[in-house]
């Protein structure tokens, strides 16, 4: 895993769970009997000028924790379609990710938070263009903030895909994409 993405995690999310001054034990979130809690689409770019689009399913975690003034920490299960297009390659892949997500409590509907999480995904093809990713299996991993406005969800993050050094080389793709879902 990226050491920054790692660091960045554990140096925004986690103290502000703590400083919050919550409590460690888990807490019912909203209980739901469907399987899946929202549907979202994404698109985004790397530095290199892949575009990266995304279908995905999400299903929220039933707990929450460090529940205080502040806000409180869950998260949710993410499984996407993927399709990158780029140096006249079309790749496609699969991937599945819990997400911890800190959501700050506010008044109304409007909820902002912060997220991270690490998955796994399999593409089609190991190589775009000079990249190349050398296993058809790689990490996922995610930072971003956004805001709930209602059942819409709008988000920004930062995603890395990478073998984690499973296989050499080990080129990897950092994306900035932005989200749109909407949570039924």
């Given amino acids: 895993m990226n050491k920054i993405l790692r660091n960045t995690i554990a140096a925004v999310i986690l103290p502000a769970a703590i400083w919050a001054g919550g409590d460690l034990a888990p807490a019912p979130a909203a ?4 399987w899946i809690d ?6 985004g770019q790397s530095k290199d000028n892949i575009d990266i689009y995304r279908l995905y399913l999400r299903k929220d975690f ?15 299960w993410e499984g996407s379609l993927n399709y990158w297009d780029g140096y006249g390659t079309h790749n496609y892949g699969v991937a599945l990710s819990p997400v911890f997500t800190y959501l700050f409590n506010t008044s109304g509907t409007f909820t902002p938070y912060l997220e991270g999480g690490i998955g796994v995904s399999w593409f089609s093809k190991t190589q775009m263009g000079p990249r190349d990713l050398s296993t058809h299996f790689l990490f996922e991993d995610r930072i971003g ?12 993050r930062y995603m890395h ?9 080990n080129d990897g793709i950092d994306i900035f994409i932005g989200s749109l879902s909407y949570r039924f």
């Fill in 31 to 34: 209980q739901s009997s469907d």
């Fill in 38 to 43: 929202g549907i979202g689409i994404s698109y």
């Fill in 62 to 76: 039933q707990s929450r924790w460090f529940q205080s003034d502040l806000g409180y920490l869950s998260g949710y």
């Fill in 145 to 156: 903030a956004g805001v709930r406005i209602g059942n819409w969800d709008l988000s920004f």
């Fill in 161 to 169: 895909y990478s073998n984690a050094g499973i296989k050499k080389p």
